[in-house]
């Protein structure tokens, strides 16, 4: 049975600061990996989609790498700001098309 | 990019009484939508497949009886909360798998449902 795992659980960090957060999962047999953001009481935004055949996906500050092999992932966060505090959670497709998420990483980026 | 709309995005209701949340692809066509839960501070649990035409797929542990879902056309599901109790009270997401783009899911806004 797939388990995702997120390391940290919540992260708090000032303003500016270069962040990672980590992602595992125990079944190297999956379709693609995504990095969704949500905010408090709110839907997902997909940040970033890495496909099984990718090592990596960039957009704007953040990078996302994919060690399918190890099993784990991670979403890289250039400059942080303030607006960048949401909860980040990373996903994984398995060959049945069903998305397994982690349990998250709380961010709050302080001024 | 794709569109998921759901509705309502928040709904209080009596305990006892039945709610209807929607989720609609506006512009693809969605032959497979999947059903969220989410329970304050915790991540997203999976609660049933719903495909195009035919029966839903629950996951286990979740009552098909309680929660019913009907996915009559290629842009509509809909998830019924049956005889609804406070601790059904949560956050429910819906995403819907493009027919063209198999393995991407377009996410919901989110339904926060409040029993009384």
């Known amino acids: 049975k797939q388990e995702v795992t997120q390391i940290p659980a919540a992260l708090s960090v000032p303003e500016g600061e270069n962040l990672v957060l980590n992602c595992s999962f125990t079944?190297?047999?999956?379709?693609?990996l995504q990095w969704f953001r949500q905010d408090p009481g709110k839907g997902l935004t997909s940040l970033l989609l890495?496909?099984?055949?990718?090592r990596e996906q960039t957009s704007g500050r953040l990078n996302a790498s994919l060690d399918k092999s190890s099993g784990r992932s991670t979403l890289y966060i250039a400059a942080s700001q303030p607006g960048d505090s949401a909860t980040y959670l990373c996903?994984?497709?398995?060959?049945?098309?069903?998305?397994?998420f982690g349990q998250g990483t709380e961010l709050s980026v302080k001024p | 990019g794709a569109v998921v709309s759901q509705h309502p995005s928040w709904v209080i209701c009596k305990s006892g009484t039945s709610v209807k949340i929607e989720c609609r692809s506006l512009?693809?066509?969605?032959?497979?939508m999947f059903w969220y839960r989410q329970f304050p501070k915790q991540s997203l649990m999976l609660m049933a497949t719903?495909?195009?035409?035919?029966?839903?797929?629950?996951e286990q542990g979740v009552e098909k009886d309680k929660f019913l879902i009907n996915h009559a056309s290629l842009t509509l599901s809909t998830l019924t909360v049956t005889s609804a109790h406070p601790e059904d009270s949560s956050f429910y997401i819906c995403?819907?798998?493009?027919?063209?783009?198999?393995?991407?899911?377009?996410f919901g806004a989110g339904t926060r449902l409040s029993v009384l």
């Open positions: 995403s819907a798998r493009d027919r063209l783009a198999k393995n991407i899911q377009y």
């Open positions: 079944d190297s047999a999956i379709y693609n």
């Open positions: 890495i496909q099984s055949s990718q």
């Open positions: 996903a994984v497709c398995n060959q049945g098309g069903k998305l397994i």
């Open positions: 512009d693809f066509q969605a032959t497979t």
């Open positions: 719903s495909n195009e035409g035919s029966k839903a797929t629950y």
